[in-house]
């Protein structure tokens, strides 16, 4: 079964940090470029960060770069995402997605990029 799982969601305080990591199963994770969407709440999902095949090249939106971090575990087939400083506009649904198989996404992207996401994990910022 094609799946991906998030956790790590949580209500924090401005300043704080998470890691959020998402499990994948059903497809060939090691060939498959992926990415963290979020989407707030009246606002349109977007794609924050991006990570390639083998982890070495990432990519991120200038609102988190320096603060999040993208890296992958292709042993557990794991994704993760830390965040640092978080900050209330990043208050929002995390998704873990995977690309179009062969493709390779960096950020921006359109979320069009993505042909599989999970149910999202909630990460909720507090000034």
């Known amino acids: 079964q094609v799946r991906l799982v998030e956790s790590g969601g949580d209500s924090v305080q401005a300043g704080g940090s998470l890691r959020l990591p998402c499990a994948a199963s059903?497809?060939?994770?090691?060939?498959?470029?992926m990415g963290w969407l979020r989407q707030a709440p009246g606002k349109e999902r977007e794609a924050v960060a991006t990570?390639?095949?083998?982890?070495?090249?990432?990519y991120y939106i200038d609102s988190v770069e320096g603060r999040f971090t993208i890296s992958r575990d292709n042993a557990k087939n794991t994704l993760y995402l830390q965040m640092n400083t978080l900050k209330p506009e990043d208050t929002a649904m995390y998704y873990c997605?995977?690309?179009?198989?062969?493709?390779?996404?960096?950020?921006?992207?359109?979320?069009?990029?993505?042909?599989?996401w999970g149910q999202g994990t909630q990460v909720t910022v507090s000034s």
């Open positions: 990570i390639s095949t083998g982890g070495h090249a990432a």
């Open positions: 997605a995977a690309a179009r198989q062969g493709w390779s996404v960096t950020c921006p992207s359109n979320t069009r990029n993505f042909g599989l």
């Open positions: 059903g497809f060939s994770y090691g060939t498959t470029y």
